[in-house]
């Protein structure tokens, strides 16, 4: 499916599924767009993101399989950015049409365009939980990581505020309903416990430029951020799509769990 054809079918199924569309930029003939849907009695804010790497179509094709299931709860808000990079999925590669990682570029001076129009979009957005879709093409199967609010500053009231269990556990659990939960030791130069990454803390805390969209978005915008990998040449499509959707949707019962 080329890159139009999948953004056409992300607007048509986005606004049956009552979510808002708009376009915060645009890259060469590609716009850049975002959905939301706010009800006005929403317990929680929960943000979703995939297509920041071009070679990684699942996430895409998970947001689109969830918009078209309509499986999006009344009593919560959502916010989708559903194609990131929309020039590299469109080219098959990781990076953008400059040769960028985008998941390397946002900071206090974002490095891409993806990026700058990204968090000029972000602005001050505030959200419970986010979840960013990723593929991992050297993975054996699926696998998480998390960074949760024992990450932030000690003054930041997010400490506190959303001091709650960790549900990475229950969120694997979900995803091995349709996926093996990759089970090395090390992934990616960093320890792995099951399927489990909690990058090290000072890794984390130093990086201050050209960082990944998860770090960014623990920083200024959620408290709680996961990123899932599935395995993109070890399993078919239909069965990384099911894992995001799954995660997802074990993520939002957890988090209303501990807000309600």
């Known amino acids: 499916m080329r890159v139009k054809e999948l953004s056409d079918r992300l607007v048509d199924a986005a606004r049956r599924a009552r979510f808002q569309v708009e376009y915060y930029g645009k890259r060469e003939d590609h716009s850049l767009m975002a959905f939301h849907r706010v009800p006005e009695d929403a317990k929680a804010s929960v943000y979703l993101s995939a297509g920041v790497h071009g070679d990684e179509p699942a996430g895409p094709m998970a947001l689109l399989d969830l918009l078209r299931k309509k499986a999006f709860r009344d009593d919560v808000a959502y916010y989708l950015v559903p194609l990131v990079n929309p020039l590299g999925l469109e080219a098959k590669t990781r990076e953008n049409d400059k040769g960028q990682d985008v998941n390397r570029s946002y900071g206090p001076t974002p490095s891409t365009p993806e990026a700058v129009a990204h968090q000029a ?95 960014q978005l623990l920083r200024h915008h959620a408290p709680w951020c996961f990123t899932t990998e599935t395995p993109s040449t070890a399993a078919n499509i239909v069965d990384r799509v099911a894992c995001h959707g799954a995660v997802i949707q074990a993520g939002v019962n957890w988090l209303l769990h501990h807000v309600s």
């Open 121 to 215: 979009w972000l602005k001050d957005r505030q959200f419970d939980l986010a979840i960013c879709l990723h593929e991992d093409f050297e993975a054996t199967g699926f696998y998480l990581y998390e960074l949760a609010p024992e990450r932030l500053p000690k003054d930041d009231p997010r400490r506190t505020s959303h001091a709650f269990p960790s549900p990475a556990r229950d969120l694997l659990a979900a995803g091995a309903e349709h996926l093996p939960i990759d089970l090395s030791e090390e992934i990616d130069g960093f320890p792995a416990d099951k399927g489990l990454m909690r990058p090290p803390e000072e890794r984390t805390e130093t990086w201050t430029e050209d960082l990944p969209e998860a770090i």
